[in-house]
């Protein structure tokens, strides 16, 4: 979980910054190799908003 958060953190502050295509395809990269591929797509929309759970 804290691999997790930390990812979530790096991501929110890329975002931040303003660089949305390049925080797309590195989150989807993190959270497949995190999740395991299967539901990483399902995910993103999740984690585009930075909503916890």
Do not use: F, H, Y
């Not at 990812?7 to 910054?17: E, S």
């Not at 395809?25 to 916890?52: D, F, M, N």
């Amino acid at each position: 979980m804290k691999s997790t958060d930390r990812t979530r953190k790096i991501v929110d502050n890329l975002t931040r910054l303003g660089v949305k295509a390049t925080v797309t395809k590195s989150r989807e990269a993190l959270w497949s190799a995190l999740q395991g591929g299967g539901e990483a797509k399902g995910k993103l929309k999740v984690i585009t908003s930075c909503q916890p759970g």
